[in-house]
């Protein structure tokens, strides 16, 4: 009982970094009907964006210590931060532990220009192209966007802790009356999850509850139509793509902590999205979420020692068995719209 | 009207004669000229580099050729000369190898196989490579080196830590500075009984890849003669980021010890993971749950951050070494490049000038020459005491270090200490160990090529 506990305690915050990605996957196809293989470049552009803002509040001038030399015997320069300048030590070093969470400020503006740009400068003229094409100039571009990131930050992976506050982890069984330390979960998993769930919401509601958001479902459902009312549906649907990209680069953000960045992360997560999305439902809101959360839960099942042992190698294909079992019996998802990848 | 004096006979002579003398060079000098692959002809002669310059292994590998640069400079007779001062061996005099000067190419493993075995031949066949060196990864080294024996090449193997290497996948024609898997586990397993107790539950995720698997066995094999019981062994895959739901059931298994057979990418994720979930927090079996990491590496440790803190490991080198062979070099890699040197650039460094010394005591570049002067050559100065390659399995054997994430690091390279050195004696095997592939796993010939 633990067990299936703690598997799907897992599985929802893995379920969420899925769902926030396929979330902006689908978004994307469901507007613009592109297949964007860039997506996953987007998240880990996000997490770079959690570096970089963590590396501009470390900002320093170096103080040479006399008392102390570096490994050539020399005296050894101490990097001090700016902010211990401008705050002191204490409040400086509180606003850096605090990096992640405050370069969420950071990140959403980024993203959005981000997202902008790649739409305006490089995918709007792939509309009217075959999925194919779509599919090549996106992988293209994700490469190249992993590539620069590898040249500026390197390629080994980057700490970015969470704040002090969430280190550690919960004893969840105990609180349900289990034995202590049976069932335990990192707070910062808690979080994350928590932030999918808000996130996930904010969305949803911008899309059901705003005016923006009903001309962009109209325009999804009848994009046609839509235009002939004289709305300038394009426009909404750039500023989704900026949308998309800003919810990418959220979860990446908040992934850091739970995952030293490096620049290969995009592509770690890519294909499991695509499956996510294609499992819920090309084009789906609903569909990516369910989907994300369901694949993630599957996936931590499936890693189980008690499984591996009746079924090895079991954990490294329970999404792609999933896929092709939809793909086989139900092609347009589980809450995908009927006729979609069913032609 | 012009007449011919051409006659049959008088063409067959003439060709009889002409083509004995085209002939005549080649015959006379085709043995000196192939008489092994990549013979140095003229006054430079040509090394190959094989590193990751691509990939999750790229910041290693940019270090190894940073290194490797160092010693073409120190071999070609510039810079301080770095380990060639404290090098016991006096054969090497500043002026190349043989009077040669060394030239080299690099190549682009990505640490994959395929990708290393294609630039380790191109640098062979097109560049004219007469030594291939270098890898981040066994399977690399375990490929290259099976081309290099096919190739009629030396291979200097570069940071490859699965027994293989020199155990099952052994070579006549490479060779191994590194540690290995075993050495790791025999060095370990008594500081860890000496800092934890024999009675310790150890519960070990491993890389799912020969490495994780040699690791694994080494690292058990050590701990449960020290008394330790092993709980469980999961394999986890390679390309696994988030390793929650391995470790999560951890404490449920009763463990209070976890080995992380992991590297790279995949010790970094694990290791984070696992200090998250608040293991080393816990208190199992009445006692703190620890974590060990058996092979240790500076890059990795730096991606890592804290959570390295306190946690035991091996590795090969360290560059807060004392001795003045590792002063030297430090020196001389950090006044070049900023920074000292990591455990990677340092085994490729000394692979670089190990070759050169054997070609020179050799009095040739012929690969089997080369290996003969290598095998069983005893040595010191070059950073981890009196060192034997070990002529049954190309094997380095040396004093390996013990070592501590440390718990208040004053820089970014400064996140290890050492905690103990442990004596050749204590990680010496026989060369027919089961470990390394038992009696069946054999050197071969040595290969010339040409």
């Known amino acids: 009982m633990e067990a299936i506990i703690l598997q799907i305690l897992n599985g929802l915050d893995k379920g969420s970094a899925y769902a926030l990605i396929a979330l902006g996957l689908t978004l994307i196809f469901g507007t613009l009907g592109v297949v964007n293989f860039a997506h996953g470049a987007l998240f880990m552009i996000g997490a770079f964006c959690a570096v970089t803002f963590s590396r501009i509040l470390t900002l320093s001038h170096t103080v040479v210590d006399e008392t102390q030399t570096d490994f050539l015997g020399n005296p050894l320069k101490v990097d001090v931060p700016y902010l211990h300048d401008l705050f002191g030590q204490a409040t400086g070093d509180a606003i850096i532990d605090w990096a992640v969470p405050l370069s969420i400020l950071f990140t959403v503006p980024v993203m959005m220009f981000v997202g902008y740009a790649m739409e305006r400068g490089l995918i709007k003229h792939f509309y009217n192209r075959p999925h194919a094409d779509q599919i090549l100039v996106t992988f293209g571009l994700a490469i190249v966007l992993q590539e620069v990131i590898k040249y500026f930050y390197g390629a080994n992976p980057i700490p970015t802790p969470a704040p002090q506050a969430f280190a550690g982890s919960l004893d969840f069984g105990a ?18 999850f928590i932030f999918s769930a808000i996130i996930i919401g904010a969305v949803f509601a911008f899309l059901q509850y705003t005016t923006f958001g009903m001309v962009v479902r109209a325009g999804m459902a009848d994009r046609e139509t ?32 739970i995952n030293s960045p490096n620049y290969h992360m995009g592509m770690d997560f890519l294909v499991l999205s695509f499956v996510v999305v294609v499992v819920g439902g090309m084009g789906s809101l609903p569909g990516a979420v369910l989907a994300g959360f369901l694949l993630g839960i599957l996936e931590s099942f499936a890693s189980m020692r008690e499984v591996l042992e009746i079924l090895p190698g079991l954990n490294q ?11 086989l019996t139900r092609p347009r998802g589980l809450m995908g719209r009927k006729g979609v990848m069913e032609d | 009207m012009s007449k011919s004096n051409f006659t049959r006979r008088g063409l067959l002579k003439t060709s009889a004669v002409a083509g004995a003398g085209l002939a005549l060079p080649t015959i006379f000098t085709a043995q000196s000229a192939h008489a092994f692959t990549n013979e140095p002809t003229g006054g430079t002669v040509t090394l190959g580099f094989n590193v990751p310059q691509t990939g999750p292994y790229a910041d290693e590998g940019a270090d190894e050729l940073r290194a490797y640069q160092l010693a073409v400079e120190h071999l070609n007779g510039g810079g301080d000369g770095g380990m060639l001062n404290t090098f016991s061996s006096k054969a090497l005099d500043g002026t190349g190898i043989l009077g040669k000067k060394v030239e080299y190419v690099t190549g682009d493993t990505q640490t994959k196989s395929d990708a290393a075995r294609a630039s380790a031949k191109s640098m062979i066949e097109k560049d004219g490579a007469i030594m291939i060196t270098g890898g981040s990864s066994s399977g690399v080294a375990v490929a290259v080196q099976a081309l290099c024996q096919e190739a009629g090449v030396i291979f200097m193997a570069g940071l490859t830590h699965s027994n293989d290497t020199t155990g ?3 070579k006549a024609n490479g060779f191994r500075h590194f540690f290995n898997s075993y050495m790791s586990g025999a060095a370990l397993a008594p500081v860890l009984a000496n800092a934890y107790g024999n009675d310790r539950k150890a519960y070990h995720l491993t890389a799912d890849y020969n490495w994780g698997y040699t690791t694994e066995e080494a690292v058990r094999a050590s701990t449960e003669a020290m008394g330790w019981e092993t709980v469980a062994a999961v394999k986890t895959p390679l390309t696994q980021t988030d390793f929650s739901s391995y470790i999560a059931p951890v404490l449920q298994s009763g463990a209070d010890t976890l080995v992380l057979n992991h590297y790279g990418g995949n010790m970094v994720n694990s290791l984070t993971n696992a200090v998250q979930f608040g293991l080393r927090d816990k208190q199992v079996n009445g006692k703190d749950f620890q974590i060990v990491v058996p092979l240790y590496s500076r890059l990795m440790a730096k991606g890592a951050g804290a959570n390295v803190k ?13 001795d003045e062979g590792s002063k030297a070099f430090v020196k ?7 920074f000292p040197p990591s455990q990677a650039a340092h085994t490729t460094y000394v692979q670089t000038l190990l070759y050169a010394d054997a070609v ?9 020459a080369v290996a003969e002067a290598l095998e069983d050559y005893e040595f010191d100065g070059l950073g981890n005491g009196k060192t034997l390659y070990r002529g049954a399995d190309h094997q380095c054997f040396k004093d390996v270090l013990v070592v501590k994430g440390k718990e208040n690091p004053t820089s970014e390279f400064d996140l290890l200490e050492i905690v103990e050195v442990t004596p050749v004696e204590q990680v010496t095997y026989a060369p027919d160990h089961p470990q390394m592939g038992g009696p069946e796993a054999t050197l071969g010939a040595c290969n010339n090529g040409a």
């Open chain 1, 317 to 327: 294909i329970i999404i792609y068995l999933v896929a092709i079992i939809i793909l």
């Open chain 2, 360 to 368: 020179q005591r050799a009095g040739s570049f012929a690969p089997c």
């Open chain 1, 175 to 192: 609180m349900l009356g289990f034995d202590p330390n049976l069932i335990i979960y990192p707070y910062w998993r808690i979080i994350y």
């Open chain 2, 310 to 322: 306190g946690i035991f490991g091996s590795t090969n080198w360290h560059w807060s070494l004392q």
């Open chain 2, 168 to 170: 099952k996948d052994k």
């Open chain 2, 332 to 338: 001389s890699f950090g006044t070049k490049y900023g």
């Open chain 1, 226 to 257: 839509v235009g002939l009312l004289g709305i300038n549906i394009d426009k909404r649907f750039t500023i989704m793509f900026g949308l998309a990209a800003a919810v990418a680069g959220l979860a990446g953000v908040m992934y850091t902590p």
